[in-house]
């Protein structure tokens, strides 16, 4: 790692609408600066808290798996373990063989546990070796083309994350932020969305061409906008 811990890590948890910080960190594949990779591009890391178990190789070799969807929707993707490089490439050679795929998005080595720890993955007040205090859970972060996290989210390592809901997650991402809309809940691809608040009678006229139901005033049904990934 070759950023300084204390310029990465501010006490404060990050949140939606924070910049993600920026690293410098080697991985399976070289050393990578964050923010150097990320212009004009969404992107998603995934943490680990560590390599060779059995729920991880399955959610590395599922997130393989999808990279064309990810792809398609203009998704840089990255994965962050506490484990050493060597570490990385042999786990990376198992989960291959296990999985029948093909690893080919780096897999930082945070064996410092820098990274993690502004990611909030190490308790606050720990003392010592952070990377191994790292807790048992693992991160999804999305972040944007303006490098400010959009979605983060927290899973126990027992529990194999949906990666299938991450891209619904992206999808209603990338259409709120261009169109001014919202989604409900449980929303699809084609479905239908709701006008913003922020938008009034007027505005909403001019800007869905498609027309909109406003059952209340401030919940105006409108079919999803036409959009364009990639």
């Known amino acids: 790692m070759a950023s300084e811990e204390e310029d990465l890590y501010t006490g ?52 393989a798996k999808l990279q ?48 993690s720890k502004v990611y909030g993955l190490v308790r606050p007040g720990t003392v010592g070796n952070a990377a191994k205090s790292v807790i048992n859970a693992g991160l999804i972060v999305l972040i944007d083309l303006d490098k400010r996290i959009r979605f983060i989210s927290q899973y126990p390592s027992t529990t194999g994350r949906n990666f299938y809901e991450v891209l619904r997650v992206i999808d209603t991402l990338q259409l709120t932020l261009f169109h001014s809309v919202a989604t409900p809940a449980n929303w699809m691809q084609g479905e239908d969305v ?28 409108t079919p999803q906008p036409d959009t364009k990934q990639g």
């Open 12 to 63: 404060a948890p990050l949140q939606v609408g924070d910049e993600a910080p920026n690293f410098t960190c080697d991985s399976h594949l070289g050393m990578i600066t964050l923010h150097e990779v990320l212009d004009g591009q969404f992107s998603m890391l995934v943490t680990f808290p560590h390599d060779f178990e059995a729920v991880a190789t399955t959610e590395l070799g599922a997130i």
């Open 68 to 115: 064309e969807e990810f792809e398609a929707r203009n998704v840089k993707l990255f994965a962050l373990s506490v484990d050493t490089k060597g570490n990385h490439r042999r786990w990376i050679d198992e989960v291959e063989e296990l999985q029948d795929c093909k690893i080919t998005f780096p897999l930082f080595a945070d064996v410092d546990g820098a990274v």
């Open 194 to 221: 709701f006008v913003r608040n922020d938008i009034s009678a007027t505005a909403a006229g001019a800007m869905f061409p498609k027309g909109f139901v406003a059952i209340k005033e401030w919940f105006r049904i």
